[in-house]
Structures are given as C-alpha cells and as structure tokens.
C-alpha cells in the first residue's frame, strides 16, 4: 500500500468518526435532556469509556483470537497489529457470522419501528399508535 493510499484510508476513517459522533452526540443530548445532572456526566464518561475503548478497541482483538484457533489471546493481539495474512483470513472467517447478527438487528429495530413506534402522518397532525 502506497503512501497516498495510507492518507486516504485515514482521513476516510477520520470523517465516518467525526460524523459517527456528531450524530451520537445529537442523540445523547436529546435523551439526556432529562436526566439529572449527575446521570448525564455518569453516561457521557461511562458512555465514552465503553464506546472507545471496548467496542473500538477489544471487540476486533475478540474476534480475531475466537475465529482463529491456532492463536492465543497475546498472539492475537499482536497479530492484529501486523500485516499478518491470518488477520484478513480471520476477518473474511467471521465477516458472514457478523453480517447476519447486524443484519438481524436491524430488522428487529424496524419492526419495532414498525409495530411499536407512534407515527405522525402529517406535519402537525395527531399522533397515532399503529
């Protein structure tokens, strides 16, 4: 991988994030508006925390050491920071499993939408549970 390359991957990853936050920042001030004080610096650090470094951070290293068996928990680790060909290899491994879990959940968030979620039809109309 060139140079240029290695840029646009970063700023391409740079802006989802900056977006990505800036959404979960609109809605985290929408549903923390009535939360105390407290409650909100609770989320927002705990929120963070979690957000950054377990999902960002420990979820790719679990799946790479589950889907590949030949490597423990630190081989993992390591790998994940190489350009090992096992990485890719893991990652093409458990892109299926991934997929349909997202995609399954996506699907109940719509039926939610769907069955539970009051509905306006027009603007300013009523309000109605379907």
Do not use: Y
């Amino acid at each position: 991988m060139d140079f240029f390359s290695i840029i646009i991957v970063i700023a391409g990853l740079c802006l989802f994030e900056v977006v990505s936050s800036i959404d979960n920042a609109i809605i985290n001030a929408e549903v923390l508006s009535t939360t105390q004080a407290k409650a909100r610096r609770w989320f927002l650090i705990w929120g963070l925390l979690i957000a950054i470094f377990l999902i960002r951070g420990l979820l790719p290293w679990l799946i790479v050491w589950l889907v590949t068996p030949g490597l423990g928990p630190i081989q993992a680790l390591t790998v994940i920071f190489s350009s090992d060909a096992r990485v890719v290899d893991a990652v093409e491994k458990s892109a299926p499993m991934l997929l349909i879990g997202g995609g399954v959940f996506l699907i109940f968030l719509f039926f939610h939408w769907l069955f539970f979620g009051i509905k306006e039809f027009r603007p300013g109309g009523r309000k109605v549970f379907l």
